[in-house]
């Protein structure tokens, strides 16, 4: 195999290195795709604009972050080897152990000769004469490569709070996705946390702990659910690794890839004493079950959401002492899972303890500016020692928008999906030939390794088709772009979550010009989308343009 990192090292700013692949990025998706390209026989330099490898559990070292997917349904599936050599120690992985779960990956299949870090891409131009792509880092270096792969994640493209005053705080200010890589000490320290999205819901409990005292500005209210985590004892990993092959068989059958499959009964045609008796059993269970394992309706019919939304409410209600503070923590813009719902160890308690205050930002205190010493809203200035941005991401097309992506006759990428992502099958963007996207819009998601894996492994096949047959560039049809534009909008529609602001719908107020609903995601089955794939590729790609 050809050193790729000596290659990348000779050349500096200005030299052109020349590869027969890049890759953005070095998370979950990223390492995989090398592994993949390699076996390809190709050249392959990945750019990591962080100084090593993890993505999402590199940059995010917030208190409380961990796995809301079970940690044995998380790892990599590609290697026996590696599944029978990597024991998880909770079923809900902390960050400190997948981050070093994904480091032992780096390690034993030697990845890190192939990664340049330090390296965030801000230009990729598609060369039309030359069949290749341009890609040039913010130091000034570039490189050159046939294909382009885009292994940038749908949440890494982080906001901060659009208020105004934001840089003028004296103390130390933090956002969950660019947190210290030393723990930080709230011991003694009056803390304001902006945000109650699922990084504040893990955050918050841990960070109550110690703090002297910690103010939460919620703007909008979020249902979560319980996470009910616990440690995975050594026989327990043993049973699992045994089980390997029918628990990833199981994932790949239901809806978004996780181990839940829906209950097929619809709620209303259940009585109502069966019902409470069956959510109570969901709401005790660890992970998704209350979301994905519920009654299949949930999700599209307003009455059976509004039977799930009361009882979730109810348990809010149980769990708050003070109900005034309960009834601010009841969403009541939006029902229960139709936005991505976080799992949470202690959340609603932490508003029980007396060194914690809740201040509504959208009716009784609305935030007017970040001063010097703290936030000021209508009400009064709140002083503060250290402030915390849970604000989010720009999510699934934020990350492409930072890059300068343009495919054929200069047309941008930010600009060809002002109004919607067009794709086919998520993987390849209309009008930009030979740049393939992990996890791209348009996609299916769910339990991101395994919607990753599969999208690597298609996206090898077509690789290794494309070496088959001398083809060196492969591009979308445009009538195939239109038809899972629709398929995607279609499915989308069919979901209550379709009429809710969220990230997920390209809504994000911290973000200019993120105010109109766009579908970002294929919502439809997972099963669905994978047996698509399956088919064009057994179909021999002939929805895919090549030459």
Same mark, same amino acid.
């Given at each position: $195999?050809?050193?790729?990192?000596?290659?990348?090292?000779?050349?500096?700013?200005?030299?052109?290195?020349? *590869?027969?692949?890049?890759?953005?990025?070095?998370?979950?998706?990223? $390492?995989?795709?090398?592994?993949?390209?390699?076996?390809?026989?190709?050249?392959?330099?990945?750019?990591?604009?962080? !100084?090593?490898?993890?993505?999402?559990?590199?940059?995010?070292?917030?208190?409380?972050?961990?796995?809301?997917?079970?940690?044995?349904?998380?790892?990599?599936?590609?290697?026996?080897?590696? $599944?029978?050599?990597?024991?998880?120690?909770?079923?809900?992985?902390?960050?400190?152990?997948?981050?070093?779960?994904?480091?032992?990956?780096?390690?034993?299949?030697?990845?890190?000769?192939?990664?340049?870090?330090?390296?965030?891409?801000?230009?990729?131009?598609?060369?039309?004469?030359?069949?290749?792509?341009?890609?040039?880092?913010?130091?000034?270096?570039?490189?050159?490569?046939?294909? &382009?792969?885009?292994?940038?994640?749908?949440?890494?493209?982080?906001?901060?709070?659009?208020?105004?005053?934001?840089?003028?705080?004296?103390?130390?200010?933090?956002?969950?996705?660019?947190?210290?890589?030393?723990?930080?000490?709230?011991?003694? /320290?009056?803390?304001?946390?902006?945000?109650?999205?699922?990084?504040?819901?893990?955050?918050?409990?841990?960070?109550?702990?110690?703090?002297?005292?910690?103010?939460?500005?919620? @703007?909008?209210?979020?249902?979560?659910?319980?996470?009910? /985590?616990?440690?995975?004892? #050594?026989?327990?990993?043993?049973?699992?690794? !045994?089980?390997?092959?029918?628990?990833?068989?199981?994932?790949?059958?239901?809806?978004?890839?996780?181990?839940?499959?829906?209950?097929?009964?619809?709620?209303?045609?259940?009585?109502?004493?069966?019902?409470?008796?069956?959510?109570?059993? &969901? *709401?005790?269970?660890?992970?998704?079950?209350?979301?994905?394992?519920?009654?299949?309706?949930?999700?599209?019919?307003?009455?059976?959401?509004?039977?799930?939304? %009361?009882?979730?409410? #109810? #348990?809010?209600?149980?769990?708050?002492?003070?109900?005034?503070?309960?009834?601010?923590?009841?969403?009541?813009?939006?029902?229960?899972?139709?936005?991505?719902?976080?799992?949470?160890?202690?959340?609603?308690?932490? *508003?029980?303890?007396?060194?914690?205050?809740?201040?509504?930002?959208?009716?009784?205190?609305?935030?007017?500016?970040?001063?010097?010493?703290?936030?000021?809203?209508?009400?009064?200035?709140?002083?503060?020692?250290?402030?915390?941005?849970?604000?989010?991401?720009?999510?699934?097309?934020?990350? *492409?928008?930072?890059?300068?992506?343009?495919?054929?006759?200069?047309?941008?990428?930010?600009?060809?999906?002002?109004?919607?992502?067009?794709?086919?099958?998520?993987?390849?963007?209309?009008?930009?030939?030979?740049?393939?996207?992990?996890?791209?819009?348009?996609?299916?998601?769910? /339990?991101?390794?395994?919607?990753? !894996?599969?999208?690597?492994?298609?996206?090898?096949?077509?690789? @290794?088709?494309?070496?088959?047959?001398?083809?060196?560039?492969?591009?979308?049809?445009?009538?195939?772009?239109?038809?899972?534009?629709?398929?995607?909008?279609?499915?989308?529609? %069919?979901?209550?979550?379709?009429?809710?602001? !969220?990230?997920?719908?390209?809504?994000?107020?911290?973000?200019?010009?993120?105010?109109?609903?766009?579908?970002?995601?294929? /919502?439809?089955?997972?099963?669905?989308?994978?047996?698509?794939?399956?088919?064009?590729?057994?179909?021999?790609?002939?929805?895919?343009?090549?030459?």
């Amino acid at each position: $195999m050809p050193d790729t990192h000596a290659l990348a090292e000779r050349a500096s700013p200005g030299q052109l290195a020349i *590869y027969d692949a890049i890759v953005i990025g070095a998370g979950i998706s990223g $390492m995989y795709m090398l592994y993949r390209l390699r076996e390809l026989g190709m050249t392959v330099r990945v750019f990591e604009a962080g !100084s090593d490898v993890g993505g999402t559990w590199y940059w995010n070292r917030y208190p409380g972050a961990r796995f809301d997917s079970e940690s044995w349904t998380y790892g990599y599936s590609f290697s026996k080897e590696l $599944m029978a050599e990597w024991d998880w120690k909770e079923h809900f992985s902390p960050q400190p152990d997948t981050l070093e779960y994904l480091n032992y990956v780096a390690d034993k299949f030697d990845l890190r000769r192939d990664i340049g870090f330090r390296s965030t891409v801000v230009a990729a131009h598609w060369d039309e004469a030359a069949n290749r792509w341009n890609v040039t880092l913010e130091n000034g270096q570039r490189a050159n490569s046939r294909f &382009l792969f885009t292994a940038i994640g749908i949440l890494s493209a982080y906001t901060l709070p659009a208020i105004p005053g934001r840089d003028s705080f004296t103390g130390p200010a933090y956002h969950p996705a660019r947190w210290p890589h030393t723990p930080v000490d709230f011991t003694g /320290n009056r803390v304001g946390l902006i945000g109650t999205g699922a990084t504040a819901i893990q955050a918050i409990p841990e960070i109550a702990k110690q703090a002297k005292h910690l103010t939460v500005f919620q @703007r909008r209210p979020n249902w979560a659910a319980p996470l009910h /985590n616990s440690k995975i004892s #050594k026989e327990e990993m043993a049973a699992i690794k !045994s089980r390997y092959e029918e628990i990833y068989a199981h994932c790949a059958t239901t809806p978004s890839w996780f181990i839940h499959q829906a209950d097929p009964r619809k709620t209303l045609d259940v009585p109502p004493e069966e019902r409470e008796a069956f959510w109570e059993k &969901l *709401y005790g269970e660890p992970g998704f079950g209350i979301w994905m394992g519920n009654f299949r309706d949930i999700l599209t019919s307003e009455d059976a959401n509004a039977a799930i939304s %009361a009882f979730i409410a #109810k #348990k809010i209600r149980q769990r708050v002492k003070d109900p005034k503070v309960a009834d601010k923590l009841i969403p009541k813009d939006h029902g229960f899972g139709t936005r991505r719902v976080p799992l949470e160890s202690g959340y609603f308690e932490a *508003y029980n303890r007396d060194n914690v205050t809740l201040v509504d930002t959208l009716v009784d205190e609305p935030i007017e500016c970040i001063t010097p010493r703290g936030i000021k809203t209508i009400r009064q200035e709140h002083e503060f020692d250290i402030l915390v941005y849970a604000t989010g991401f720009d999510g699934v097309t934020g990350a *492409y928008d930072r890059i300068d992506i343009r495919g054929e006759n200069g047309l941008r990428l930010k600009d060809a999906w002002a109004e919607t992502p067009r794709t086919y099958l998520g993987m390849l963007a209309e009008g930009f030939p030979n740049m393939l996207m992990v996890l791209g819009p348009h996609t299916a998601r769910g /339990n991101i390794p395994q919607a990753v !894996s599969h999208s690597v492994e298609f996206q090898a096949g077509l690789l @290794r088709f494309m070496q088959q047959h001398d083809h060196t560039r492969v591009a979308t049809r445009p009538e195939q772009v239109d038809e899972w534009t629709r398929i995607v909008i279609k499915a989308g529609e %069919a979901l209550l979550s379709f009429k809710v602001d !969220s990230w997920q719908n390209g809504v994000n107020r911290n973000v200019e010009g993120r105010t109109v609903r766009r579908v970002l995601g294929y /919502n439809g089955n997972g099963a669905h989308f994978r047996r698509t794939t399956d088919e064009v590729a057994k179909g021999g790609y002939q929805e895919f343009a090549f030459r």
